[in-house]
Structures are given as structure tokens and as C-alpha cells.
């Protein structure tokens, strides 16, 4: 099977640098060498890339609320800060494939996101992350949103957890929305049942405290029972409708989507406390992250792509660049931050490297690689990949970066076009506008504003040959391109 496997031409000055820690604010003990230590993810739900603190671009003001959250100001201080980590896709379920499989979305038959009618999800064939580490002796959880299949054969359970207490697929699938009062109730699973239904606002605002008090009583258990654990913390916030716990509330509906921020804070401390509490914290890889850019028609119930370009359901940078911290004491220095791009797809290659995985059969090899050199963010660290291949709708090739360069291909892209977001829950309509071939230096244009073609042919030419080597592999429905390399999704008739 042919992989997404492209050639850089970049010399070593062309690649994003790191910067070097400063003195710590707290000096880690330093822990002995785990052979495998516990995971911890926690995936939020359409936040931006300018929702974390210190994630914004030269003269860009941050949210305030950015300024207020100091469980992942702590999350910045003890691990390291990466400023060009990327999503595989700018929606929820493509996104969530990437991350749970290590491989880009399209190459297992995801794309988009799946709705409750939807007969598709996850290939029972498909080796996920969750099946990787329990393989290796790992207790495995996923609270929070699946988003794989709703169906009983894409369970989480039937994909390498022991345990899953969450919503099945996005928060605004039920009768509420969409105007499809055929939808069922949202259901809140515990295992293969439901343990109840989610029917109201209020019910939706306590979801963040009881998903995050199931996913630390898991923590608990497990490193007393001193057994290495992946806990999945996929909070369903912030995407719309909007819910918080009255005591994150505020009194200013247009207020609310801070106070949802707030909460997210809030449920990250209440994971590193709990690490603290059990004594493993030393052995515990902490990652925070998103699934794609914020969702900006809704306006004041959206979030911040600080700076970046566009937002969720595009390929522009504000749509799959995301904030990312990554703390592991020992491994990762504290308080560094780094423009090394890494993706989502690298997570269960990194894992795998680190426990020293078999690797996968050959008929479902995987594209991530391993990113223990990017979280070193050693001086000479490179990217984890050649080239990052950007797909968006029913598989479109849309772009590829390429070190510090950027290919945005031609295609239609959706857009507020300069018209502001709605308040209060509305939603403002998107345009479709035509998107021309462009170059773009990430380095000194992240807002990807100046189109450098003219300048810069040979550029253009080196990833043009990479854009036909994705094209191959993944296909291009642009181009009307199947692609080679990809597999199909499970199917339940």
C-alpha cells in the first residue's frame, strides 16, 4: 500500500524553531524511566486556537478570558507549549478518526461528521489507540463525546475501552436542532446503555462536572491499583448550544461562552489534582487539544482562532491549527514553547514508540510518526512529518504545508466574508467563495494574507509533486482521484 510519503525540500533555516524553556516556575521531582506511562487526553469541542493562553499572533488581542484560566497556565508552565500542532481535519468525526487511529481520517473512510441516522463508523479492522495501549497492559476510558458510530458494533467498548461514559455523537443532535425532530433524545451512555437523557440546557450544563468526575474516579482506581491507564477526557463543550454549571453561569448571556471556557479550566485542574493526589503525576503524559477550529457563524458563542484565518470547516490555519500543551515531567522540559509543527495522526505513533508497540499489520499501516523529538523541542528538532496533507468535505485535497510553506490548492471555501458573527445562539449563514492556488509563509504571514506564487516557483514546484503523491495515495475528489491507499469505513446495513 502506497503512504502519504513526501520528500522536503527545505534547508534546516526554512524549518520553525523552539524556543528554549526559561527556569521553571517549579522545578518536577525527577521521576525513574517509566516504560509505560499513563496517557491522559483531554479533546475539547470546536475550541479556537486563540482560546489558550498564549495562543495568538503578533498584534492579535486574546479573550479575555484567556487571562482567567489558570489550570492551563499551569499546563503551560510544567509542560511545553506547541504553536503549530495541527488537526487531521477541520470537522468532528474526521477529526476524532485522525486521533483514535493515527491516520489521516479519509484513509479509514471518515469524513465529516456523523449524524444519528448514520449507518458508518469505525472499521471493526481498524486498530484504535485505546486497542494499542490495552495490548500493552493499559486500563482505557473515554468520558465524553465518541463521534465514531452510534451504532452498538462502533462502540467504544468494541474498540479497545473498558470503559465509556459519554454522548455518542455532537451535543446539537437532538430534537432541538436541526429542525429533525426525528432525531432521538441525546443519551448519556455508560457502557453499551443509556444512564440517561439529555433534554435541556441545564441538563447539558452539568455534563462537563460528571464527565470529568467519571474520567478522575477512573484515574484514581487505576494508579491505586498501580495499573497504567489512558484516560480520554472529549468534552463535548464548546460546541454550540452552549451549556456551563450554574456556578460557571454568567449573568450576561453573551458571557457565556467564557464561562463555558472557564469550566473546561476548571475540569483540567481537577485531572492535574488528581494526578497530584494519586502520586502520578511524574508518570503521566498530559495532552490538551482540540478537534478543530471555532465554530465562528455563531459569534458570541464562538471562540477565538487568535489571529488565524477562518475557523472550523476550513483548511485555513484557524480552521486545523490548534492550541496543544504537553506535559510530561522528565520528557518534556517545562515552560518551552515551540513553532515545531506536529498532528493529530502522531499521538498513537508516539505512544506506540514509547511502550514499544508491535507494529500494525501491513494492510492497515498508519501515517502518524513519532513526536518525541518535537516535544523535546530540542534546537534541531524537525517535524514529525514531511509534508501535512489538508482534506476537507467528502475527501478535497485543499492544502499542504510544506516546513514554513503553505499550498492553499483551489477550491470553494466557506466564509462569513467580513460579516460578524450572531449573538445569543443565532447563527449568521456562511457564503461559499472560490479560493485561488496561493503560497503562504507561515513563519511571517500565519494569517496567511499574502500570496508569495510569483516569488517563489521552485517552492511551488516541490509541493505540487507532493500534492500528486497525496493524490495517489488518498485520492482528491477535486480531481476526481480515488487514491490508492485508502480503506473502507464500517458499514451496518
Known sequence: MTRVSIALLCAASLLPAC??????HRKPAQPTQPTRPNLVVIYCDDMGWGDAPG?????????????EMPNLSRLAREGATFRHYYTAQPVCSASRAALI??????????????????????????RTIAEMLRERGYATMIAGKWHLGHLPEFNPLRHGFDEYYGIPYSNDMWPARFGRKDFPKLPLMDGEQPAEFIETLDDQGLLTGKLTRRLCDFIARNARDRRPFFAYLAHPQPHTPLAASPAFTPAARRELYAGVMREIDWSVGEVLKTLD?????????????????????????????????????????????????????????????SDVPWMSIDLFATMAAITAAPAPAADRSIDGRDARSVWSCAPDAKPTQEAYCFYYNTNELQAVRMGKW?????????????????????ETPYTNEAVPLALYDLERDPAETTDLLAEHPEVLAELLRHVETAREDLGDALTKRAGSGRREPGRVE
Open 19 to 24: 524556543r528554549a524553556a526559561p527556569a521553571p
Open 277 to 337: 493526589r494519586a502520586g502520578a503525576a511524574n508518570d503521566t503524559i498530559v495532552v490538551f487539544t482540540s478537534d478543530n477550529g471555532p465554530w465562528l457563524s455563531f459569534g458570541t458563542d464562538a471562540g477565538s482562532s487568535g489571529g488565524l484565518r477562518e475557523g472550523k470547516g476550513t483548511t485555513f490555519e484557524g480552521g486545523v491549527r490548534e492550541p496543544c500543551f504537553v506535559r510530561w515531567p522528565g520528557h518534556v522540559p517545562a515552560g518551552a514553547t
Open 406 to 426: 503553505k499550498l492553499s490548492l483551489p477550491r470553494k471555501s466557506r466564509t462569513l466574508a467580513g460579516k460578524p458573527g450572531s449573538v445569543d445562539g443565532a
Open 101 to 126: 487511529t493515527g491516520c489521516y481520517p479519509n484513509r479509514v473512510g471518515i469524513h465529516g461528521a456523523l449524524f444519528p441516522d448514520a449507518k458508518t463508523g469505525i472499521n471493526p479492522d481498524e
Open 55 to 67: 495562543f495568538a499572533v503578533a498584534g492579535h488581542e486574546p479573550p479575555a478570558y484567556t487571562r
